[in-house]
């Protein structure tokens, strides 16, 4: 990892919530950073050319359309890569994790509606032969306020 | 045409917009507005109700924890007693280190776990000191908990709201129970 300059370092950790809804943004924040727009503007085009930031823009609730679900399974250590493409093979599958657990093959599930996630979570059971345990959001306790970054 | 018909068509179409993010130039509203056809103004109203309504949870910056040198990350799972599952819940969602914060049902007996809280660091032993942190300071001595971390990646995919990061190898360590 390279060493920020304190104008990214406050790029990267000021602006992740509350962006500004003017109609200069950016402007906005080269005035609280007491620097020219254009410097603004540079500084966030590089740091995401660098792949450090991944957007400027939204971050979604989680399940605003849809059924969704984290999936576990229960994978015989040698059959692990043999069920996680099986796993993978399905559309709906968008994150598939190995975990440090007797659960040790983790999975997000999405799918338009509840019947189809159910459907889905079924067929990856019949095509694995294993069990999958289905663990759907409740609640969601999480107030997202950007991840502060510690620069030492 | 049923205006209510035409402002959902309005809205998906800014979502999309804005889910791949803001163009880098002096107007980006202005910019996303001529992608859609309307108003500067229309845009900018329409990213404040999708706030308003916490469909957007945030909007700002979105940084990668991994290109940053957040290496691991830790899932937290907890057996809360479902009386303070609430309390802690909020509590434990609120650190700046956590960055998810659910609960799921439990599933007796494979897994006795009601809530799960995501946790970056730079590496593991970082992750585990956070986690000590939060058990100190909200007097979870009692509670039973794991530290899941991520090994091989096997498959990510975009989902708009993911947070975790990429492929990576880390040595299989089991940390308590």
């Given amino acids: 990892m390279r060493q920020y300059s304190p104008i990214e370092q406050r790029l990267l950790n ?29 500084n966030l085009k590089r740091l995401q050319t660098e792949g ?18 984290l999936a576990a399974m229960m994978v015989p250590e040698q059959d692990l890569e043999t ?24 999975f997000v599930v999405v799918a338009n509606d509840e019947e189809s996630l159910q459907a889905t979570l079924q067929e990856i059971e019949s095509r ?20 502060k970054m510690q620069w030492t | 045409m049923d205006m209510r018909v035409l402002d959902f068509a ?52 979105v940084v990668r924890h991994r290109a940053l040198g957040y290496r691991a990350n830790g899932m937290v799972v907890w057996d809360i007693p479902d009386s303070r599952i609430e309390e802690l819940g909020h509590r434990i969602g ?14 007796q007996p494979d897994w006795p776990y009601n809530l799960f809280s995501m946790i970056h660091g730079r590496d593991q032993s970082d992750v585990c000191k956070q986690v000590e942190l ?22 990510q995919r975009g989902a708009i709201y993911s947070r975790t990061a990429g492929p990576i190898s880390q040595p299989r360590v089991a940390v308590n129970g």
């Fill in chain 1, 14 to 42: 000021d602006f992740q919530h509350g962006l500004p809804l003017s109609p200069t943004p950016f402007a906005d924040i080269a005035s609280e950073l007491g620097v020219y727009e254009t410097t603004v503007l540079e």
């Fill in chain 1, 52 to 69: 450090v930031i991944s957007r400027i823009g939204a971050v979604f609730r989680p399940n605003r359309v849809g059924a969704s679900t």
């Fill in chain 1, 83 to 106: 069920v996680a493409a099986i796993v993978n093979d399905f559309a709906e599958v968008n994150h598939n994790y190995e975990r440090n657990h007797r659960f040790n093959l983790w």
């Fill in chain 1, 128 to 147: 694995s032969g294993i069990k999958v345990m289905d663990l759907p959001m409740e609640q969601d306790y999480f107030i997202d306020l950007g991840f």
């Fill in chain 2, 10 to 61: 309005f809205e998906s179409s800014l979502i999309e917009a804005i889910g791949q993010g803001l163009p880098l130039v002096s107007r980006p509203y202005e910019a996303i507005a001529k992608q859609l056809c309307c108003s500067e103004a229309k845009v900018i109203e329409g990213i404040q109700r999708l706030i308003q309504r916490d469909d957007i949870k945030r909007f700002g910056v």
């Fill in chain 2, 94 to 107: 609120r650190y700046d280190f956590v960055t998810l914060c659910y609960q799921r049902p439990r599933r």
């Fill in chain 2, 134 to 155: 939060i058990v100190e300071q909200c007097e979870l001595q009692q509670i039973k908990y794991e530290i899941l971390f991520s090994g091989r990646c096997f498959k």
